[in-house]
């Protein structure tokens, strides 16, 4: 469980719990109520309509992230990616709003250096 990762939510992107929660038929003020709480004590200092309100509305933000795949600009069908991001990199994610595995990451990058070369020319 990524309380880092729950933290950056927290600070930066409540409306993401809210979407979360309104998304699972949760009270989105409870659940971003419980998701400070969380940070601060731990999943197991919950009750159990506290951990029912976790496990449906934030759980998901914060484990088993799926890549969202890379898709070149040119690309007419959307990259699909099966790959679950690092918990070390879901902080970074949040922030940069890129939630790309490390394999569609260097894709992105490698594409995005190719297109500077090319217009810097």
Do not use: W
């Amino acid at each position: 469980m990524n309380l880092e990762a729950l933290d950056e939510l927290n600070t930066n992107n409540p409306e993401l719990l809210e979407q979360s929660a309104r998304d699972n038929g949760l009270d989105p003020e409870a659940v971003k109520g419980i998701a400070l709480f969380a940070v601060g004590n731990g999943y197991e200092a919950l009750s159990s309509n506290q951990k029912y309100n976790f496990d449906n509305g934030i759980r998901a933000l914060i484990e088993n992230v799926q890549c969202e795949g890379y898709s070149h600009e040119c690309d007419e069908m959307p990259g699909s990616c099966s790959a679950t991001l690092d918990d070390d990199d879901l902080v970074e994610c949040y922030q940069n709003q890129e939630f790309y595995c490390e394999y569609c990451q260097a894709q992105s990058s490698a594409d995005a250096h190719s297109k500077a070369s090319f217009f810097k020319d």
